[in-house]
Each structure stands twice: as C-alpha cells, then as structure tokens.
C-alpha cells in the first residue's frame, strides 16, 4: 500500500511537505546571492536579462545549500524570517555595492580626461546605467571590466559570497559597524584610483592648454578653436593609445585590490 502522501498527490514517490521545504530553503539561500547579482558592476549591468540573473541565483543557490544548514521551515514560514531575509539582501547588496563603487573609479577618470580634452560633449546612452556618459569613460569601464573577467575575477567574486555562507552563516550576528567602515574605504579608493589614473593625461593636456594660451595670447590671428582644438584632441588620444599598457596594468591592479576589499567586507560583518 502506498504512505498517506502518495495517495494525497496522486504521483507515486513525490512528498510533497518535504518539497515544499526544500523549495523554501532554496528561495531563501538565493537572497544573498541574488542580490549580489543585482547590485554588482558586470552581473547587474541593464544588458544582463532579469531571466539570466534569476538562473544564475537558482544554480549558484545549489551549492550554497551546502555550505550552511538552512534555517527549518517553521521559521522561514514565521514573522521570525523577516529580519534574517533583510539582512540576507543587506550583505548580498553590500557586497555588490562594494565593487561598483571601486570601479566607479574608471568611469571617473575617463570624465575628467573627456572633459580636460574638450570631449565632453562626445556621450551616448550607457548601457549599463542608463544615462548618458561620455564615451572616454565608457571605453575606460569596459576596459576595466575586460580586465577583470580575463584574470577570472568575476569567478573569484562569486567565489568569495559563497564561501561567506560559511564563515557567515545566515542568523549569525553581523558587525554593521565594521561594514560600513569598510564601504567608506570603498569608496576613498574610488576617489584616489579614479586620481591616479587621470592625473598623467590631465596633467599632459594642462600643459597643451597652457601652451595653447601662450600662442594665441602672442598671435591673436590663431583662433584658439581652429588651432586648440584640433592639437587638445590629437594630444589626448594620442595620450590614450600610448599610455594603454599602463592603464591595462593599473586596472588589473584595481580589480586585485576590489577582490581584496570584498573579502575584507565579508570577513569584516563576520566579525573576523
């Protein structure tokens, strides 16, 4: 005789409270790391499909299964859920959070170099924002993020969340405070990369405009448009293809820097 379960489904083997609860285990094994999807730079860019981004969460959801023992379903069927699934999205987004905002860096320093060269007005839709930028910092994001999927630094990302699934473990207390002074470092290394990678051009072409002044201030027959111009632009992107090799190296910099940065982040509401 079949158990009270096949008889109730109607499918010979199938359990249905013990899928039920492992569906709802799964669910809420997704939340950290589909909101690390949604929020970081390369998987929540508005060109990825919410379609691929649900199914990564799903299979990347499997393993961390394994990682930690899920809450019963009990309280994942409680009010008692509601804070653990807040702070699930908390360290999923902050994490995501964290390497936007170190490569925001090269979406910076490819402004000011736009703007420093005249080129400003040179911007078009980002796909990734949804806003128009100009397209030195465009070029310079995608470079960065080239950069960092070609030394599998995408792999490593989502490496390091789920290994958080077992030095944090989801209902273990998190150190807040030791995250948010790890988020304000994030965001200090933006500003000082984003520097450092636009202070050689910067400082080139504010030379060229001196010396474009000092031209047309001794001959005022030269039309600062006809001659600055034309000599900014030849300049910056001569700038760009000879210090390309420099810039490749200090982006695979900064991608190593933001893998350590993540860790720390993770490592710090961990308490360790």
Known sequence: MGNAADIASGIPGLDLPAL????????????RIGAFLIASPLFGARYVPLQVRIIASVILALPAMSLYTPPPVGVLASLEVVPLVV????????????LSVIFGAAAIAGDRIANTAGLGF?????????????????????????????????????????????????????????GAAKGLEAAGLMFLAGAQLMMPAVAVLLLVNVVVGVVTRSAPQLNIFSVGFPLTLLVSVGLLYIGAPTMGRAFSALSEESLSRL???LGGLAGG
């Open 87 to 98: 702070v699930e999205i908390c360290i999923g987004a902050a994490a995501g959070t964290l």
């Open 20 to 31: 039920f609860a492992q569906a709802l285990q799964l669910l809420f094994s997704m939340l």
């Open 263 to 265: 860790v720390d982040l």
């Open 122 to 178: 040179a911007s078009q839709i980002d796909p990734a924002a949804g806003t128009n930028t100009p397209v030195v910092s465009q070029i310079f994001t995608i470079f960065l993020l080239v950069v960092f999927m070609s030394e599998d630094g995408h792999l490593a990302a989502l490496q390091s969340v789920l290994e958080s699934y077992r030095t944090l473990p989801p209902g273990q207390a998190t150190d807040l405070a030791t």
